[in-house]
């Protein structure tokens, strides 16, 4: 009986425990380093007229959740600053990066965050290769058939364009170190 009885003490013990851990994962939750969210902006900006050091803002357009929990409600305002700003040139298109700091929620909570606005060139958004301007007639040999002409590519490429980020467009932010919700 006595075994019985500090066998079911262990186990209630356990639960208790669990139970408690449950409890405050559930205020508690972390948003993890390189998590995605997806933004939508809330003002046009473009390598013609933003300056390093210029705020931008984006906001939440739809629920993000951690497990059952609401991590980051709708509505919510991400606040970033342009980090870099690079002009167009002969052969690529203008590109901007921009870093994320600042996180308000609908209900005012205020957290510090870390990232960047996803792009394919190092999270640039832009940054295209332009087409080439000039192509040369080259033959082209093949068996059973005459020379035909091809055109191959000079390395002499189009002037760039500037990159323009309307209102309204869905970004990616990635996320650089974890978040603590509460």
């Given amino acids: 009986m006595v075994k019985f009885l500090k066998i079911a003490a262990i186990i209630l013990m356990c639960t208790i425990i669990q139970s408690t851990r449950i409890m405050a994962e ?3 939750q972390k948003l993890r380093a390189g998590t ?3 933004i939508m902006t809330r003002e046009e ?34 606040y970033g600053e342009v980090e870099d ?21 609908p209900d005012k909570k205020v957290y510090k ?19 080439p301007t000039y192509y040369r007639k080259v033959p082209h040999y093949n068996k059973r058939m005459k020379p035909m002409l091809q055109a191959a590519p000079l390395n002499i490429y189009d002037m760039g364009k500037h990159t323009v980020v309307m209102p309204g467009s869905e970004l990616f932010l990635i ?4 978040i603590i919700l509460k």
Avoid: W
């Fill in 113 to 131: 965050i870390k990232g960047h606005i996803y792009g394919e060139n190092d999270n640039y958004i832009g940054g295209k290769q332009t087409p």
């Fill in 26 to 28: 559930d205020y508690i």
């Fill in 175 to 178: 996320l650089e170190e974890d």
């Fill in 45 to 78: 900006f473009s390598t013609l007229t933003a300056d390093i050091g210029d705020e931008v803002t984006f906001i939440n357009t739809s629920d993000m959740y951690v497990y059952e929990t609401n991590a980051i409600p709708q509505g919510t305002i991400f």
């Fill in 85 to 105: 700003v690079l002009e167009p040139i002969e052969g690529r298109d203008g590109a901007i990066k921009v870093y994320i700091y600042k996180m308000i929620t």
């Fill in 36 to 38: 995605f969210v997806k």
